[in-house]
Structure formats: C-alpha cells, structure tokens
C-alpha cells in the first residue's frame, strides 16, 4: 500500500523505534512507515489502519509493537477475536500488563461480559497505573450492563476518580458513563447533572456530553437556512415544542469503553 512521501517512520514513539532497532535498517524503517500510517488512520479511517497494520505484522510480527498496533486496529474494526490474540501475544513479549482493559474488553465485544469481571477482579488490576485502573472500571461497568445489572454497573462507577475536582485525561468519559448509567436507570435529573459535568471536563470534545446535556433540556439543532440557504454549516436550537419536528435521535450511549469501542 502507497505510503505519503512525508511520512518518514520517525513519527512514532521513541520506545517503538528502539524496539524496532533489532531489524535491519531498511526492514525498520518499512515497518516504522506503516506503524505511523496505523496511527493516523486508526481514528478517522480504521479500515486503511487495519491495511497497514496487516503489512507491518507480515514484516515483522515479532516485534511487541507491531502486535500491539495489530490488535488495535483489529479493535478498531470489531474484530474483537483477532485483537485479543494480538494483545494477548504482545503481553507475552512484554510481561507488561497495560493491555488488561483492553483485552477484557474484546471480552465484551466477544459476549463474554462474564469473562470481563472475572479480569476485573484480577491482580493484575493492582498492577495497572491510575488511567489503567480507570480504563478497568469502565469496562467492568460496561459488562454490568450487559448483564443488565444496571445498579451494579452505577456502583462499579463510583470511585474517588468520579468523585475528584480534580480534571485528568479519563475524567470526562468516567463521568459521561456514569451519566448514561443513571439515565437508563431512569435517574435522569442525576444524569443531566453528570452530563453536565462531563461537558464542563470535556475539553477536547472526546464524547458527545453536550449533545446529549442539550436532548435532556429538550433542545435540538437544525440547520438556521434550510436546504435553499445558503450558510449550511450555521444552526440554532429548537424550542422543545418544537423538537420533535427536528430529525436526528441521539445515540443512546456515545462513551467509548477503550480506545473508540461503543459496546452498550
């Protein structure tokens, strides 16, 4: 697959390219190319990601790295079975266990939710940093609801990380998820004020806390112009008496349990 010329492999993380320092030199850098593409692709476009991360795995598949990569673009596309083994096969090169979350949640994604707490009460847990620990409760309490354990899954949430003033890069998906936990539980005026503050900590707009902040208060946006305007990008609210003219449902759970997978 065509690589753009400006992509020169050194884009990756340093740790990755001292992993891949045990290649030949023009093997590395091959595999370091489809490494970035990988990367760049896996948001916006996780079938070219999955492409790339394919050649790399032919190139080099016993490299950690390009395992880790593998499942993640094979995460990406739900193919939650290929990914598990990608995981579970750069955790056996690494001893490390920052995979944990992950690999219980393609448990999920395999509809094995029981499986997934069994891995939540694992030592391994204790094992994980902070964000690793956050990670692990949101699938735990992603897999409560598949059993549709709803009050256990509202419990799983609360934790002194919920809790904390305190803004860290999990902070706005612990609360969106705790927010959406209490609205199918049909707590809805805790979930407008939890979906609150997940806007107010969501400064990167890496879920959709305030679309679903303006469905509670009733409010929906249209375009201002119509089809014959001309200013298509603008748009205004909708009274609530006039919503349910507006088209476009919410997603009934837009949180990401790990790395971009909606499961709920």
Not at 95 to 102: K, Q
Not at 110 to 139: F, I, T, Y
Not at 187 to 214: C, N, P, Y
Request: aromatic share 6%.
């Amino acid at each position: 697959m065509p690589i753009p010329e400006d992509v020169t492999g050194y884009e990756i993380d340093k740790d990755v390219q001292q992993e891949l320092q045990s290649l030949p030199k023009g093997l590395a850098e091959d595999v370091a190319k489809n490494l970035v593409m990988v990367a760049k692709l896996i948001d916006e476009d996780p079938e070219q990601a999955y492409a790339y991360s394919r050649i790399a795995l032919r190139l080099a598949s016993r490299v950690a790295a390009v395992r880790e990569a593998a499942g993640f673009a094979a995460y990406a596309n739900q193919k939650y079975s290929e990914a598990l083994a990608e995981f579970r096969a750069a955790r056996r090169m690494t001893g490390s266990v920052d995979l944990w979350p992950v690999m219980a949640d393609c448990e999920r994604g395999l509809g094995r939710p029981e499986k997934a707490l069994e891995m939540a009460g694992a030592p391994e847990v204790h094992k994980l940093d902070k964000a690793g620990q956050v990670e692990m409760r949101l699938v735990a309490a992603g897999a409560r609801r598949d059993l549709d354990q709803l009050d256990a899954a509202i419990v799983t949430l609360q934790s002194p990380e919920l809790a904390s003033n305190s803004v860290q890069p999990w902070t706005a998906r612990l609360r969106y998820a705790y927010a959406d936990a209490l609205l199918v539980a049909g707590r809805e005026d805790e979930a407008r004020e939890w979906f609150a503050k997940a806007v107010e900590s969501d400064k990167d707009g890496s879920t959709d806390a305030s679309d679903r902040l303006a469905e509670l208060d009733g409010v929906e946006f249209v375009d201002a112009m119509g089809d014959d305007g001309d200013d298509e990008g603008s748009a205004e609210p909708v009274a609530p008496a006039a919503a349910d003219e507006a088209d476009g449902a919410e997603d009934v759970d837009g949180v990401d349990d790990v790395d971009g997978r909606d499961k709920d």
